[in-house]
């Protein structure tokens, strides 16, 4: 039985786990630019306080920040998920469980993704009543 | 011949860091959407970040970014560089090196507020 591991030489077969071990990878290299840019414009630049409604108001006005966020979700997510899936395929031995939580992911996976999306979409500030700069 | 080694341990971290990461991008998912529910529910939900308890926590989240980042690169080097395997050892010290580095200046940005020290990131957003 071929075990995922995520790790290990480079997979020739084909199929999903071929798919998967480039994906980690690719996604993974895109993923260090954009969260590395992520924590330094949100926790360095600008304290975490300052994220506020406002801020996010006035970032979001530029379609490229919504754009950039939605990258950061979906990438974020797929890779964290299939990186949950591999876990749960390493330690979960027993096939009606391993089912159950592989079929948990999956449900998590999509909602979250709807979530954020809708969250990314449906964002309108509240004119008028921006709140503080900061939070104290 | 692998227990023990650094190539277990690297692997361990990688693992126990990207489970981390992706807790708290579930956790960030839920607080961003509470941007639909106007400015003060979500300032409340932000204003939890300033606290010096989450900030330590998130002096975790930050370490383990750049560990996870630093150590994929060294996944991705001993995949597809020929002398990758042979050097594995001194890229994890060097993935440790570079861990450590960058976090230290970020981490000062995220606890100096908990000190009362404003590290000149608090003013006007943007």
Same mark, same amino acid.
């Given at each position: ?21 480039? =994906?980690? #990878?690719?996604?993974?290299?895109? +993923?260090?630019? @954009?969260?590395? %840019? &992520? ?24 379609? =490229?920040? #919504?754009?950039?966020?939605?990258? +950061?979700?979906? @990438?974020?997510? %797929? &890779? ?15 096939r009606g469980?391993r089912l159950t939580?592989q079929s ?33 | ?126």
């Amino acid at each position: 039985m071929r075990v995922a591991t995520g790790y290990g030489s480079r997979p020739t077969s084909g199929g999903f786990e071929t798919f998967s071990w480039y =994906f980690f #990878r690719i996604s993974g290299i895109v +993923l260090i630019f @954009l969260v590395i %840019l &992520h924590l330094l414009l949100n926790h360095v630049s600008t304290d975490v306080s300052c994220t506020s409604y406002q801020l996010v108001s006035i970032r979001y006005e530029n379609p =490229f920040w #919504r754009l950039y966020d939605w990258l +950061l979700l979906t @990438l974020a997510l %797929l &890779h964290g998920m299939n990186g949950l899936r591999i876990v749960v395929d390493d330690y979960v031995r027993t096939r009606g469980w391993r089912l159950t939580l592989q079929s948990a992911v999956g449900i998590l996976t999509l909602v979250f993704f709807l979530l954020g999306t809708i969250t990314l979409i449906t964002f309108h500030p509240v004119v008028g009543s921006l709140g503080p700069n900061c939070i104290k | 011949m692998y227990k023990g080694q650094s190539g277990m341990w690297s692997w361990l971290l990688h693992r126990i860091a990207g489970l981390g990461i992706l807790l708290f991008l579930l956790i960030h998912i839920v607080d961003i959407s509470l941007l639909g529910f106007g400015p003060k529910v979500y300032n409340e939900g932000i204003a939890l970040f300033g606290l010096t308890i989450v900030r330590v926590i998130s002096l975790g989240l930050i370490a383990g970014v750049l560990y996870h980042s630093f150590n994929g690169v060294r996944i991705i080097l001993i995949d597809f560089w020929p002398k990758g395997a042979r050097y594995q050892g001194v890229m994890f010290a060097v993935v440790m090196i570079l861990t450590i580095v960058c976090f230290l200046p970020m981490a000062y940005f995220v606890i100096a507020p908990a000190f009362g020290i404003n590290p000149g990131n608090m003013a006007a957003g943007m």
